[in-house]
T-cell receptor, first 116, second 114 residues
Framework: NAGVMQNPRHLVRRRGQEARLRCSPM?????VYWYRQLPEEGLKFMVYLQKENIIDESGMPKERFSAEFPKEGPSILRIQQVVRGDSAAYFC??????????????FGPGTRLLVL | DQQVKQNSPSLSVQEGRISILNCDYTNSMFDYFLWYKKYPAEGPTFLISISSIKDKNEDGRFTVFLNKSAKHLSLHIVPSQPGDSAVYFCAASAMSGGSYIPTFGRGTSLIVHP
């Protein structure tokens, strides 16, 4: 059973470009979470999605950032017009659909975004 | 404002000895606490958790202690092994808007020397 998959593992963008980060949850999982880790910081929650629904986006910056989790395919975190401050590791996690709210989240290996 | 604090950025321990990683929190609404372990270039992996109705949870070499009155928890690793060298994140969660979203500390880097 494959774990949470994220691609690309490394992404380099110039300022002003768009970054698309993909996350495929574990098989059977329908809850997806995105986190960002800035250098020397802990993981900061960004958004929580279920299939076709955004459940909690309280951690998402108001501008340039968006996320989706379509009925088919991976979850996408999209950053428009990237700036240097967006450089970070972005982690995706998933949990099962029948989980209690406290169900353990399983993390992917992360995407390291570097904005030049 | 950090709601979950890991005040020691690093800890160095001799193999075979006890490692104690500490975590403090400020939000009294937190009722579920987790520890994650992270190796370089990998995502965090769940290690152990504890509910606020307990004060101790043990799993093999790992034990988590919770002191609710002090808003403090700790992770004990006994005996420590070189393979335990990693960054350990403390996380705390509470029901908010129908979901439990953990708040993470900044992590403590543990180095276990052979």
């Amino acid at each position: 059973n494959a774990g949470v998959m994220q691609n690309p593992r490394h992404l380099v963008r110039r300022r002003g470009q768009e970054a698309r980060l993909r996350c495929s949850p574990m098989k059977g999982h329908s809850h997806v979470y995105w986190y960002r880790q800035l250098p020397e910081e802990g993981l900061k929650f960004m958004v929580y999605l279920q299939k076709e629904n955004i459940i909690d986006e309280s951690g998402m910056p108001k501008e340039r950032f968006s996320a989706e989790f379509p009925k088919e395919g991976p979850s996408i975190l999209r950053i428009q017009q990237v700036v240097r401050g967006d450089s970070a590791a972005y982690f995706c996690a998933s949990s099962p659909p029948t989980s209690l709210p406290k169900e353990t989240q399983y993390f992917g290996p992360g995407t390291r975004l570097l904005v030049l | 404002d950090q709601q979950v604090k890991q005040n020691s950025p690093s800890l160095s321990v001799q193999e075979g000895r006890i490692s104690i990683l500490n975590c403090d929190y400020t939000n009294s609404m937190f009722d579920y606490f987790l520890w994650y372990k992270k190796y370089p270039a990998e995502g965090p992996t769940f290690l152990i958790s504890i509910s606020s109705i307990k004060d101790k949870n043990e799993d093999g070499r790992f034990t988590v202690f919770l002191n609710k009155s002090a808003k403090h928890l700790s992770l004990h690793i006994v005996p420590s092994q070189p393979g335990d060298s990693a960054v350990y994140f403390c996380a705390a969660s509470a029901m908010s808007g129908g979901s439990y979203i953990p708040t993470f500390g900044r992590g403590t880097s543990l180095i276990v020397h052979p």
